[in-house]
């Protein structure tokens, strides 16, 4: 995904969708970066009652705040949490593990490039929050699911989603 963003624009502070690994190369600009490492929800008032709303359902992991201009006093906790702040320029490529909150902030007008990752090392956790937003998918799996390799098993996963979407028809 290629993101321009103004001097002053920001992401909020989030989880990326599915628990995935999040990617992001500056081409010119400037951003800030926020990360927080997962296991600080009660510090970072986390919600994450909401449903993502893309096609494949996951649960969405945000906080209704920003990271970068809160008030301490709504939310006190906050400055508790361990926190990795940043800088990145042009040229650094950035890699958000599964699980971390991050929030970016446009130091001035910014080009980037972001993308999503999932591999053998991660699979299982985008999985399992597939599973949390589509929770009659993990009753339809057959039963060798556990013997499958990663890439059968998401293979399975993309064909029950795929035969799901199929339109019933009857006669």
């Not at 926190?83 to 040229?91: A, R």
């Not at 599964?98 to 999985?127: C, D, K, R």
Request: hydrophobic fraction near 35%.
């Amino acid at each position: 995904m290629l993101l321009w963003g103004t001097a002053g624009s920001r992401s909020s502070l989030h989880v990326d969708p599915y628990n995935w690994t999040g990617i992001n190369a500056v081409l010119w600009g400037h951003k800030r970066w926020k990360l927080y490492p997962p296991g600080q929800d009660a510090l970072l008032n986390i919600t994450k009652h909401d449903k993502s709303g893309f096609p494949l359902n996951s649960l969405r992991y945000s906080c209704n705040y920003d990271a970068f201009n809160y008030s301490r006093s709504e939310y006190p906790r906050v400055s508790e949490a361990e926190v990795i702040e940043f800088d990145q320029l042009p040229g650094e490529l950035l890699i958000i593990p599964p699980g971390w909150l991050h929030q970016a902030f446009n130091a001035e007008e910014t080009l980037a490039v972001s993308s999503q990752m999932m591999n053998s090392e991660n699979y299982l956790i985008v999985l399992e929050e597939i599973f949390r937003g589509n929770n009659k998918l993990s009753r339809t799996l057959p039963e060798i699911w556990p013997s499958l390799t990663p890439s059968k098993r998401v293979k399975t996963i993309v064909d029950v989603l795929r035969s799901e979407q199929q339109p019933k028809h009857s006669l």
